[in-house]
Nanobody, 122 residues
């Protein structure tokens, strides 16, 4: 199995940027498609972005298109989420996850990190 560990969250003003990182240990990272999800209290964890094993294909939920960029470096076993033009509604715990499927469906992801908090002040 693969174990993701997120980092890079923090407190930022609206309009600012953050880059989240997710370092994965365990089985070969390149074997997995990777996704980012986010969750706020009393809401379900929602899909944000996904990237395929090779890093050649990406997919985003509509609300983040043009502001979020997912990428990966298989040599470093790391996936990134660049977040620009942050909005207060982006405030959430962001989770990185690994899947055998290139998917936007939460249940397709088997391995999850512990999450990193992103807080956007207005």
């Amino acid at each position: 199995q693969v174990k993701p560990v997120e980092s890079g969250g923090g407190l930022v003003q609206a309009g600012g940027s953050l880059r989240l990182s997710c370092a994965a240990s365990g089985r070969p990272f390149r074997n997995y498609h990777m996704g980012w999800f986010r969750q706020v209290p009393v809401k379900e964890r929602e899909y944000v972005a996904a990237i395929d094993r090779a890093g050649s294909s990406t997919y985003y939920t509509d609300s983040v298109k043009g502001r979020f960029t997912i990428s990966r470096d298989n040599a470093k076993n790391t996936v990134y989420l660049q977040i620009d033009s942050l909005k207060p509604e982006d405030t959430a715990v962001y989770y990185c996850a690994a899947s055998s499927y290139y998917s936007t469906v939460r249940s397709d992801y088997n391995f999850w990190g512990q999450g990193t908090q992103v807080t956007v002040s207005s």
